[in-house]
């Protein structure tokens, strides 16, 4: 009886410590709005995308909330959870021929970004394209 309760006591303690370790990472991303994102914009994309001016899509790029407003020319550009459906993504990770509503792929007439910028889109808006 004495030894069942030990061994009780070690795999609840086994057990909180796995929730706590596994749970910790629950506010912790890999991509800030702030840190990650908002400099790619503000670097390669502002000059295009400095308000809805009528070109550019309509998109303004110039804070988190013109950004998420939804009313440029194709709509939301951002699904929150799901960057394979968002505009935004696609027009930084995609070649023209395969963009389903751009003729482009953005920043329109520069250099792509590089890889580790497009990832880092990618998981913002996967994690939930938080104001982080
Ligand atoms: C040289 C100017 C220029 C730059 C730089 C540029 N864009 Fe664009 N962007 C445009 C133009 C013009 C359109 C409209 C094109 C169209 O509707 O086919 C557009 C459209 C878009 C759209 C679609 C908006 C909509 O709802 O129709 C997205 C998303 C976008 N750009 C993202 C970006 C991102 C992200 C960057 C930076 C990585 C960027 N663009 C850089 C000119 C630019």
């Known amino acids: 009886m004495k030894h069942n309760s030990l061994k ?3 795999w609840l303690s086994v ?3 796995l929730l ?3 749970c910790e990472s629950d506010d912790s991303y890999s991509a800030s709005y702030a840190h990650d994102i908002e400099p790619i914009f503000s670097t390669r994309c502002i000059p295009c995308h400095l308000s809805e001016s009528g070109n550019s899509g309509n998109l303004n790029l110039s804070s988190y909330a013109s950004l998420m ?3 440029s020319n194709n709509g939301t550009v951002v699904v929150p959870g799901d960057a394979d459906n ?6 930084v990770s ?6 389903s509503i751009l003729i482009t792929r953005m920043p ?3 250099e792509p ?4 910028s497009v990832q880092l889109i990618e998981d913002w808006i996967n994690e939930g394209a938080k104001d982080n």
């Open 8 to 10: 009780l006591l070690l």
């Open 15 to 17: 057990g909180s410590f």
């Open 20 to 22: 706590l370790t596994c």
């Open 69 to 71: 407003a939804g009313n």
């Open 86 to 91: 968002s505009l935004l993504y696609e027009a």
């Open 94 to 99: 995609k070649p023209p021929e395969e963009q």
């Open 108 to 110: 329109q007439g520069g």
């Open 113 to 116: 970004l590089s890889p580790v």
